[in-house]
């Protein structure tokens, strides 16, 4: 970056027009396959996976974070975590009303993340689900930390220390990105250019954060919901290290008792996921599953 890019602060919490998107089955089930998701609901088209609720955003939500961050910066985004707070599932054939803000951005010692706050509704009006997406912008300074910023989900280091209820192993195919760019309609190259990706610091092709977080989803429902997608009430994680098509992705899922969740009649867990190199590839992991 040969000139210094400035944030434009007055587009802070201001939110997007509203923005269409129908769900069509097909879309959901090719979703469930490019996550490698065999749960029968998802399969058959009766549910999406819960992990699709980006997808009716993806696009919407492009326009608002660049009236704050600079277009400039767009090569050095790295998406950092990811927070859904589900209401009700996703099905065939709603027509799903969404909007989106920045809400607020931080600087760090390596980069700068920035907070957007995104919520689907039916057409009907009636609320489908919330997420907190937050993107680090490697290497650039915001100089100010200011706005509102998504909320933790720190995973207790005495949880990891024990044993966990659940450990769940998965592969990540050669193909996946592809797989899931097409599924998805996320087309960054940092997931399909090989060269591209060496160009921005990395050591390849990386799998998309959003695809690493369906395979958690599908673990968690597996491990601590009985198989039930309907039964996840929220997914939260942060992306700390790249995944490599070919790796295997391990989660490991603790119970963790939160005092706040038990008036929502949920029962609250932590995760964490790690590759076949060693690396933590997703931190903070937090599931909430309703009885």
């Not at 089955?25 to 699709?52: C, M, Q, W």
């Not at 915001?142 to 933790?152: C, D, L, R, S």
Request: hydrophobic share 40%; with cysteine; net charge negative.
């Amino acid at each position: 970056m040969s000139e210094q890019p400035t944030m434009n602060p007055g587009n802070l919490g201001v939110w997007s027009d509203p923005f269409d998107f129908k769900v069509e089955r097909e879309r959901t089930i090719a979703y469930a396959k490019a996550t490698n998701d065999d749960n029968p609901r998802h399969v058959s088209g009766e549910l999406a996976p819960p992990v699709f609720a980006i997808v009716p955003v993806f696009q919407g939500m492009i326009d608002p974070l660049f009236k704050v961050v600079p277009d400039s910066l767009i090569p050095f985004v790295v998406h950092g975590e990811q927070d859904m707070v589900f209401h009700r599932p996703i099905t065939a054939g709603q027509t799903l009303v969404s909007r989106a803000k920045v809400t607020g951005y931080a600087s760090k010692s390596s980069g700068t993340t920035v907070s957007l706050k995104l919520e689907t509704r039916t057409d009907g009006g009636d609320l489908v689900n919330e997420q907190w997406m937050v993107s680090f912008f490697r290497g650039f300074s915001a100089g100010e930390t200011v706005g509102e910023h998504a909320p933790g989900h720190t995973l207790d280091e005495a949880l990891r220390a024990g044993a966990p209820l659940a450990e769940v192993v998965q592969h990540v195919d050669e193909d996946q990105t592809f797989r899931y760019s097409e599924a998805s309609g996320d087309p960054m190259p940092i997931h399909l250019d090989e060269e591209f990706a060496k160009q921005m610091g990395l050591p390849g092709i990386i799998a998309h954060g959003l695809c690493t977080m369906a395979f958690t989803s599908r673990a968690v429902i597996e491990s601590v919901a009985g198989g039930d997608p309907a039964r996840l009430r929220r997914l939260a994680v942060r992306f700390s290290k790249p995944v490599l098509p070919g790796q295997d992705v391990t989660t490991r899922v603790w119970s963790k008792d939160d005092a706040a969740s038990e008036t929502r009649q949920v029962r609250v867990y932590g995760f964490e996921s790690t590759s076949s190199s060693g690396d933590v590839v997703i931190k903070d992991g937090l599931a909430e599953i309703g009885d």
